[in-house]
């Protein structure tokens, strides 16, 4: 009788523990998180990581304002008075090493660059029928250019421009694959070869990628990027060539007037959108937080520089001046209007504009051949969507004058869109070239280009941190 | 460990643990079942206590060599049917010596039963059953109902203080439900939490974090819970009690046992009833408005002379803030509770309605609890029962610490000329610092929260001596809370609402074999699995812009800002195992195995085994120890072994993952992009990742003299956490901030002193006392190298003021020291890195000033009883530890509008005044306010916890009444005083259970002072 109770009572017990040790019950997968395998496992969650990756190029520090408002204020074009003590050190060039908004640049840039990497990586081994080769490349390609795109912007933020060390200097360090767990210290590759990733990256992206496409990666994007690319590493002739490729593609052309900004026309090349509830609601800023008085909702940080309104001034009745400002009555401070939405921080990102291209290749042929009817021809439309008188090929006296008038209503034109810090650099310019600061502000001075953040020294002893900030 | 006596007798409690072996006994005689011949007479008779002469009901009466029998009834009678005169009538009863009497010609048998001196011990719950703690080997304090009954707490954590040896309690706040700090034997981990695991009748506790911060932080997880249906709390402290709970165990133990019937015993009806009022104990001193406008104008005036200000240059309201946001708190409790049963079946049922109202306006509680425990014997091997406790709780919450929508912070900070009201009587805009009555009276900030817990269970007698015993058990939390704030307090209104639901559910079955092997030998086996599993959800809506105060819910608001849903889920399934073996009753060995299976690692280490063994040895029991007859116990054990801290990736509010291992990407609004959802990778894969392991050694010895009325309990402990799990930080290169991995190490040693006496034994005056004593000492033995000091010290960084170091304590202050005003010069002067005088100190000057956590703490209880007057004390004390208090920060910087303390009225001004403040025209005066030891305060204290003065009314007066069984009034204190080194409160933990961030505070609002007056009856 015992014997059949020890039976029992085992059975039981086996029946208990073997019900508690269920293995698979702990086999639990996360309900907000897709593993790294399953961000990759068809084409849907394949195109939700690409599209992540133009996701992390919302963020305030990667294009939602912060990288693109330091370039305009660090140059001559804001008279930032904002009250955040690590951006005023980049204003009066006193930036220190460990400087938290420019850690925050940095951490966010290799995001971005590192989900790219992944898209890049994986992508073509996703095994899903519906997943056409064509698809697979298209995605491939919008990842690369949204890489090139970022290592642009970092080489330009933190390494020396191309006239200081004619592009040997230290770039930024070059990291293509993605990140699986062993730690790597990557050193920093010198600009040359920084371009040069970018340049390939561009290349190989352009056949994959269609001609149209709003807010995403198109072969107009690929094209005009390169063009800036040339055009900042002075090779004139492929930035000539790139921008016309760009302007004469038929997709992009200048819209009518200023009212463009984030309304999704012609005029943009490439332009992030952005919604109420996107990155640039959840962050501590944005493109209108920034350039916005008070009185919209803005910081008030960035009004007019006197430099800026001057240059304005110089030519009166220009419409990018009149029609696109706000005056803040208390202080008498101009702001821009290019972006409206303080609240919520929706206004586009303009990344690309087709004006940009016309500048550049208008630029890019002067310093080929001078003064020139193709470049007169190149800028007229601008003008006179400004309401400035056209130009004339015997209005300029040298072909330097020519190129300078170029260079103004470039500046005119792009004010407020994060182009005016490598303008100046590119072209072996002080960032202002009056006030108390104009010493430090030349293009080799040391705290024009930003420092890599002491965190990353710290934990990467391959890095070699920038002169000044040791 | 300690002695104790729960409200129910050793008797009842051994019942309720062995009475199966009454059933084993009658299944044994079945066996042998012999057919009888039929000369019946009746036998009756009474069953008392040989040393009590109280009745004994559930004895066991048999006649021997037959399978006839009873039991005693409520009154102790039996009546039995003996089939013959020479008949042998058998009386059993767990925890007294059976007897045997021949029937002979007698119709009327009374017995008295002396108690077993061997088995009439104190029995203590441990892991998974109950152990003699005569016999035991695991260091268990036990905490008993009578410590903390009617005790105005909303937390259960709070009775503990000053109770426990080795048992740290901090009070977070004196707002209410707001989270405990408990660390049982100091903190044993960085990154993944230090509180116990909390198990309520076998049920594992869920506590997560089910509210939003409001400026300090969350509430108290376990804020539902009811003192009032607690038996006994049992806290596991060493490896041979924590390694059966496993992969949970590191943190210590928390075993609530919840309050049953007992058998055989006619209904008791309990009712209590408090009322009290509370103040705070302490509070800043802060300028009215005429102070203020002329500190300011003489610090402008001294600080710029050439743009001299005067007070009239202010602003001329006045308000008093403080005294606006102060009220006198107020706590009602009313608690019904009956329990009882017959031989089959007892219960307990009982409800409490609690409600308090604190100190600062604005933050009350309603609590309603309700509670029904039942066991029932189906058959002599079967028993089936339930316990299950309802709950609902309505807390109105207050912001606090570091928030301006924060009463007192808010009182505290407010410029003392700005007034609350306008002219017509309405509230007024008062800009940064927002209108704090018109928050505390037209905002909403609520936290309803409802919990299920409980358990039903099934206990089989297989044969003599196993029983198969399972229980499902669930815990089902849910939360809703909600926050409306009208246009006055945000333009344009702002609604919020969060619903959270965290279930629970288990399965738990063992196997319990405990043959009798002579009386030499005694065995004890536990064999169990179990599997447990837990899934949160959470619902969460927020918007703006309402065209009404009027329209309460988020349904209104124009823009609907925020519409989330998240879950997550985790598992964990267990095969544990006890052994425990005692020879002579003098040799005790007894091990224990744990393998838990979780779902939050990953494949590769999923699984962990942890164990223990430990020895005792009744050094009383051995003969050469018997000529010492002072000595009733001299026991020695000894225990080593691993448990596991579990508790990853929970810690985040914002993003609810138990998934640390995995590398993730995140989808919802930071992944889309141009209408087209998408996901980024939120978090670096460590497949490696695995438990935290803490092991143990103990060496304790037990001891009890002078006919027991003096006892000692001490131990030694070393505790050594390896694996602590950390985020360590990552290159950005790599596209992550950090990851987590297991690295370093921290050690916890210390002892544990118990010490307690009946000093005074008197008819008519009793006098007992008891003093525990806990000392500690934490030491981080190993860190990664990632981030370092100048000293080359490797460090994890926990606030701005405090972090971790190897070498040091995990909670270090690590500050700049303010040396003090320099009486001749009335410069403020701190010192450098080397100890030089500086007016300018720099960050690289902050060195390790004190740790936050005490060397000693502990607790001195005595209770004096003269003819039913009852006055008993606690006092708790701490030392050793030092508070950091950030809100000097603000009400000691001389500039701006927020408001200042007094304390700088008392500022230099000619040589050779011992200022506190310096000179107001001095370079450093603005200064003064920066972080360092100057907001640092000593955090040692004495406080007076708790005194009680009652009167119960003499039985025999009351036996008159035939409806009262007991009466007792009684008037009672908390906090009534505090002896500290500061004026301010001593208890200063604002950051609540954040393991790198103790001994800080803001504006913590401060405990409360409570006097209640209660009377409680039984019927």
Sequence with gaps: ?470 | MMYSSTNYTLEQRIYRLFGAGRCLLLFALLGMATTVLAQERTVSGKVTSSESGDVLPGVNVIVKGTTVGTVTNVEGMYRLSVPSNESVIEFSFIGFTSQEVTVGNQSTVNINLAPDVQSLQEIVVVGYGEQSERFNTQQISEVNSEEFANQPVVNVQEVLQGRAAGVQVFGTSGVLGSQSTIRIRGASSIGAGNQPLYVIDGVPLNDGTYSNTYGAEALNPLQNINPNEIASISILKDASAVAIYGSRGANGVVLITTKQGKNAEKTNINIDYYTGVSEPTSYFDMMNADQFREFSAAFMTAQDPDNPVTPADFPQGSFDWPGAVLQTGKVNSYNLSASGGNEKTSFFVGGTYYNEEAFTIGNEIDRLNGRFNLNHEASDKLRLGFNIGLSALDNDRINSDNSTFAPLTSAYLQTPYVEAFEEDGTYARTGFVANVLAIEDLSVRELISRRTTGNIFAEYDIFSGLTLKTSFGTDLVQTEETIRDPDIVEAGGYGYKRIIQDNKWLNTTTLNYAPTLGDRHSLNVLLGGSYETSTINRIAVEGSGFVSDQLPNVASAATPTTTSADAAQWALTSQFGRLNYRFNDRYIFEGALRRDGSSRFGSDNRYGVFWAVSGGWLLSEESFMQGADFLNLLKLSVSYGTSGNDRIGELNVFNIQYYPSLGLYEAGPLGDYGGVPGIVPSQAANPNLQWEETAQLDISVNAALLNNRLTLDASYYVKQTDNLLLGVPLPYTTGFTDINRNVGSLENRGVDLLLSGDIMQKPNFTWNASLNLGYLHNEVTSLPDDNQDDEGRNFVTGTSSQRAIQGYSINNFYLIRWKGVNPQTGDAEWLTKDGEVTTNPAATDRVIVGSAIPNWTGGLTNTFDYKGLELSFLFNFVSGNKVFRGGRRFTENPEGTFNKSTDLLDYWQSPGDEAFFPALGSATAPLFDQRSTAQLEDGSFIRLRRVTLGYTLSPTLLSQTNVLRNARIYVSGQNLLTFSKTDLEPELNGLGTDPLGQGEGFFTPPQARVITFGVTLGL
């Excluded at chain 1, 038929?250 to 984030?262: D, E, K």
């Design chain 1, 1 to 470: 009788m015992k014997k059949y109770h020890i039976l029992y009572s085992a059975g039981l017990l086996a029946a208990a523990v073997g019900f508690s040790s269920c293995e698979d019950k702990l086999e639990l997968q996360p309900e907000q998180n897709l593993s790294s395998e399953t961000a990759f496992a068809d084409e849907l969650s394949a195109q939700g990581s690409l599209i992540g990756v133009y996701s992390k190029a919302q963020d305030l520090e990667v294009y939602g304002a912060m990288p693109q408002v330091i370039a305009d204020y660090q140059s001559d074009n804001v008279n930032f008075i904002g009250s955040f003590p690590t951006l005023q050190e980049i204003n009066s060039f006193t930036t220190l090493a460990d400087n938290s908004s420019i850690e925050a640049i940095w951490q966010d840039n290799y995001e971005l660059i590192l989900a790219a990497n992944a898209v890049i990586d994986a992508v073509p081994g996703v095994e899903d029928p519906g997943f056409t080769a064509e698809e697979k490349a298209r995605f491939v390609a919008e990842a690369k250019f949204l890489r090139a795109l970022t290592y642009f912007q970092m080489v330009n933020l933190f390494a020396e421009p191309i006239p200081v060390t004619d592009g040997s200097a230290a770039g930024v360090p070059l990291v293509l694959d993605p990140f699986e767990g062993e730690v790597e210290l990557p050193a920093r590759a010198t600009v040359n070869e920084v371009h040069t990733q970018i340049q390939q990256d561009l290349e190989e992206a352009l056949p994959a990628l269609p001609t149209d496409a709003t807010g995403r990666a198109t072969q107009g994007a690929v094209q005009a990027l390169l063009s800036r690319l040339h055009l900042y590493r002075g090779e004139w002739q492929q930035a000539a060539d790139l921008a016309q490729s760009v302007i004469e593609g038929g997709v992009y052309s200048l819209a009518p007037n200023y009212s463009f900004y984030s309304q999704n026309t012609t005029e943009e090349v490439f332009s992030l959108q952005n919604s109420a509830t996107d990155n640039g609601r959840t962050g501590s800023g944005g493109w209108a937080s920034f350039y916005s008085p008070a009185e919209s909702g803005g910081r008030g940080d960035a009004p007019f520089s006197q430099d800026l309104i001057d240059a304005y001034a110089a030519e009166p009745g220009d419409l990018r001046f009149s029609t696109l400002i706000e005056y803040n009555p208390d202080s008498s401070a101009v702001y821009t209007d290019k972006f409206s939405d303080a609240t919520n921080n929706t206004d586009n990102v303009p990344v690309i504009r087709i004006t940009e291209m016309h500048l550049n290749r208008a630029e890019a042929l002067a310093e080929l051949n001078g003064v020139n009817q193709a470049s007169v021809d190149l800028i007229n439309p601008l003008r006179a969507r400004a309401g400035l008188p056209a130009w004339t090929v015997g209005q300029f006296g040298s072909d330097q004058a020519f190129i300078d008038a170029i260079l103004v209503e470039r500046r005119k034109e792009l004010a407020f869109e994060g182009h005016r810090r490598m303008d100046l650099l590119r072209k072996d310019l002080p960032l202002r070239s009056s006030g108390p600061t104009a010493d430090l502000a030349e293009p080799d001075a040391p705290k024009v280009i930003l420092p890599i953040p002491q965190r990353e020294i710290d934990l990467n002893t391959s890095l070699v941190q920038n002169e000044g900030y040791e």
